[in-house]
């Protein structure tokens, strides 16, 4: 037996043949970046960029794979649309995998990059999937460092939010002066 011969699992099979959200999908723009239920690659996008490999039991209706602010403000009009909840994954390093909700939509900002340090200021923007790795390659020349977490692959989304310990411990989260939230007005 192959893995292509494999069923999918009880779950899935179930949610899919079940759920009329699947079957009238909303109209959106052909290039908006979703991954519904039922697609071959939605299993991919559920749980591809979580770290830990004990993959929950949960299934979000679609996947956004943003990478625009656009894409995150159309993603949460959609679940209004659908009354479903919103679920966001940063660098995917919790272990709970608390990204991965049952019939949600899950922006996933994997591939959604920004950084912007203020050379007058010193602020720095930079995007929620942005990890501690990637912010102090680009703050290395600058002469400046974030103190991300130990693990550099922890990316400042989660960290900001349940996480912190960083080098220099703590004081990651006293610097931060702003952050950004997104709804769909
Ligand atoms: C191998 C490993 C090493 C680690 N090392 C450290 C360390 O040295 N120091 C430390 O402090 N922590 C450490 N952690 C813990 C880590 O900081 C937290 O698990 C953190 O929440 C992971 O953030 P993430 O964005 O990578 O994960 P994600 O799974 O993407 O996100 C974590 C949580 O935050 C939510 N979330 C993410 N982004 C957003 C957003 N933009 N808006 C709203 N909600 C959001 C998610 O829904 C989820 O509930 C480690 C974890 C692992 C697995």
Redesign the pocket.
Known sequence: MTCLDQPPTPSLARTTASDPRLLSKPELPPSFPIIWRDSLIYEHARVGR???HRRPSRYPLAVVEATTEGHIVEAVRLANQLSCRV?????????A???VRDDAILID?GKFFHFHLDGETGVLEAS?SMTGRMVNRLLEPHGRMFPG???PD??L???L??????WNCRVGIHDICNTQRRDSN
């Open positions: 979580v770290f830990n679920s966001v994954r940063s660098g995917g390093h919790s272990w995998a608390w990204s900002l929620p977490g130990h693990c922890v990316a989304g989660g960290f939010l349940q996480g912190g310990m960083g």
